[in-house]
C-alpha cells in the first residue's frame, strides 16, 4: 500500500470514527491521514529520505508549496493538525471535553483540503515521470 492509498482509508477511518462518535480518535487520524497525503507526492520534491519517516508535516507542507503553490491556507490546517497529533493521541490532562463532533469535523475538513491539494496541484510532469521509470 503507497502513501496515497493509506492516508485515503485513514481519512475514511476518521469519517467512520465521527459517525460513531469516537471524536478524540476522529481527529488523530485525520492528522495522520494530512500527513500521509503530504508524504505521497514527497517523490515530487529533493528532500531529506528521513522525511518519510518522519512526522514533520509542516516540512513536507513547505518542500511542496515551494515547487505547488495552493491558494488556499494549508500552512496554518497542517500546524493546528500537527499540534493536534500528539495531544489527540496522549491527552496529558485528561480533559477530552475539546473533542466534539464540530471539532472533529474541522479536522475532517483539513484532511479533504489537502487531499484536494495533491491530487489538483501536486502534479507530475513529463520529466517526473521519465526520472521516475527511467534506468540509468
Request: hydrophobic letters at 35%; one cysteine or more; proline letters at 1%.
Amino acid at each position: 500500500m503507497d502513501f496515497y492509498d493509506n492516508a485515503w482509508e485513514t481519512e475514511q477511518t476518521a469519517i467512520d470514527l465521527v459517525n460513531i462518535g469516537r471524536y478524540r480518535y476522529a481527529v488523530y487520524l485525520s492528522c495522520l491521514a494530512t500527513e500521509l497525503y503530504l508524504k505521497s507526492k514527497l517523490h515530487l520534491v529533493e528532500h531529506e529520505d528521513d522525511l518519510e519517516t518522519s512526522h514533520n508535516a509542516i516540512e513536507m507542507l513547505r518542500l511542496l508549496a515551494e515547487r505547488f503553490p495552493n491558494g488556499k491556507n494549508l500552512k496554518s490546517m497542517v500546524r493546528f493538525s500537527r499540534k493536534y497529533y500528539n495531544e489527540s493521541r496522549y491527552p496529558y490532562a485528561g480533559d477530552v471535553s475539546a473533542y466534539t463532533k464540530d471539532f472533529a469535523q474541522q479536522f475532517l475538513e483539513f484532511t479533504a483540503a489537502v487531499r484536494e491539494y495533491v491530487e489538483n496541484d501536486c502534479l507530475a510532469t513529463v520529466d517526473d515521470l521519465a526520472d521516475k521509470y527511467s534506468k540509468d
